[in-house]
């Protein structure tokens, strides 16, 4: 254990000087990934051979050069789901699970139509489908590569697949009036904000730019919401925390919804906003 433990502290400190965050979290969930076995149960590993630490130092190097923990150990966590991410397709972030427990704590119908727009990984679908296995659940996204991991993500539930652009108009007809929940989690971050390398470099910029303001797909997403769902149906979308009061606006100003509220992440950003289709009046 004194070997794994130094070069776990190794890693660490290298990690770090990469400019890493969670430098000692990442090199103790590497060490995991290589070892086969989960990051609580490192201290129960016997002295590992050369073949570990000659893994391990390619893995520790890979993630100082900003390669995402998540593409070298293949999976992300999402809520309950545990989600086959890499290369192609954007990996979920912890500020979108803001949204699973805004739409977990909603009464809806005993078997509802929800839709997921931009699913990418699926990642909002499956963790639906798992809380809501009743549920028919479409997950809808443009990129080929991104649902190739939602498909593998989605193998064990009933999620169905569309390949569709969302910027199209009048996009999938027959829902109209038939949905009970829309989510989507758009590319939305302004062209030009500088990130980490992280994303930059492996994140499709497909997926993770709106347009200028970062409103360009969240237009199309809260046109599709109107026309998709029933009369007190619920609608939740992930925007830039620069752009939560405009997402209002717009959302306020299609006089389709009410009850527009703007929410915040875990970490108390603005994040996302949620509404309800108005009832029909009599």
């Known amino acids: 254990m004194t070997a794994l433990r130094r070069a776990i502290d190794s890693a660490a400190e290298l990690l770090a000087e990469a400019g890493i965050d969670s430098a000692r979290c990442d090199a103790e969930q590497l060490a995991a990934h290589v070892a086969g076995t989960d990051r609580g149960r490192l201290a129960l590993i016997e002295s590992p051979g050369d073949e570990f630490f000659g893994r391990y130092r390619d893995v520790i190097s890979a993630r100082s050069q900003r390669v995402p923990l998540q593409h070298l150990i293949g999976t992300a966590a999402f809520g309950p789901a545990l989600l086959h991410v890499g290369p192609g397709v954007f990996i979920p972030r912890p500020e979108t699970e803001a949204i699973l427990a805004w739409v977990t704590a909603q009464r809806l119908a005993a078997r509802p139509v929800i839709v997921d727009l931009c699913t990418g990984s699926g990642a909002l679908a499956v963790a639906l489908a798992q809380h809501r296995p009743a549920a028919?659940?479409?997950?809808?996204?443009?990129?080929?590569?991104?649902?190739?991991?939602?498909?593998?993500?989605a193998e064990d539930s009933a999620v169905?697949?569309?390949?569709?652009?969302?910027?199209?108009?009048?996009?999938?007809?027959?829902?109209d009036g038939q949905v009970d929940l829309v989510v989507a989690n758009p590319p939305y971050v302004p062209d030009g904000t500088l990130l980490e390398p992280e994303v930059t470099q492996h994140d499709p910029s497909h997926a993770v730019f709106g347009g200028p303001d970062g409103m360009a797909l969240i237009i199309p997403v809260v046109a599709h919401a109107g026309r998709w769902l029933r009369p007190g149906g619920l609608f939740a979308v992930e925007h830039d925390d620069t752009t939560s009061a405009q997402t209002v606006e717009l959302i306020s100003?299609?006089?389709?919804?009410?009850?527009?509220?703007?929410?915040?992440?875990?970490?108390?950003?603005?994040r996302f906003v949620t509404a309800r289709r108005k009832e029909r009046r009599r």
């Open 136 to 153: 028919r659940i479409i997950g809808i996204d443009d990129s080929v590569a991104a649902l190739e991991y939602a498909r593998r993500n």
């Open 253 to 270: 100003r299609t006089g389709l919804f009410d009850d527009v509220v703007a929410r915040h992440d875990l970490a108390g950003r603005p």
């Open 160 to 175: 169905e697949l569309v390949h569709a652009d969302v910027t199209v108009s009048g996009l999938l007809s027959e829902l």
